[in-house]
């Protein structure tokens, strides 16, 4: 029973049915493992194209990239490109995506992290999709022209933000969630 301010009444809590506490479990748990998957698909498909224009800085292994186009930027061939992709948008998601899994506590990272109510693994997610529309822009200005890939990965970036920004998922990376399993574990 909660004692209403406002009339003075008694009333009845609502009652929660363990099937719509489920039906709540199993959704949340759907926005995190498709959030995980974008992120993961991401970073699997930066280090292969990293990876590519690392051991091939002339763009032969991707298919022929020419040179050319890289006339109007400041690099020569695809390597700083390469390793640029390769780390910033391979490893760092992979490290984000072992993050969301594992929740660890990083104080260092809380000194990057925005959202302070949140934590920092599910902030940095955000910061990816921002990167990747950042990186396409920089990439469509410095090779004068926008092919399918260029506009997959920004479409791409959308759906990222979005599943970031479900409800479902903030509820996940929400300390005051998190803090509570933590205690719980130790009881």
Partial sequence: MLFDTQNRNLKKMPRISNNNLKENIQMKKKGQLIHILFLLFLALSAIGGGMALIISPSGKLLGGLPLSILKSSPFSDFLIPGIILFFVLGIFPILIVW?????????????????????????????????????????????????????????????????????????????????????KSYL
């Avoid at 104080?107 to 925005?114: A, R, T």
């Avoid at 920004?154 to 399993?181: D, E, F």
């Fill in 99 to 183: 993050s969301l899994i594992k929740k660890p506590i990083i104080p260092f990272m809380e000194y990057f992290n925005l959202f302070k109510d949140m934590h920092w693994s599910w902030s940095c997610s955000i910061y990816v999709a921002f990167i990747l529309i950042v990186w396409i822009q920089v990439e469509t200005y410095f090779i004068q022209g926008v092919g399918w890939l260029q506009m997959f990965y920004m479409l791409y970036s959308i759906p990222m933000l979005i599943l970031a920004l479900l409800p479902q998922t903030r509820n996940s990376y929400a300390l005051k969630t998190i803090k509570s399993h933590i205690i």
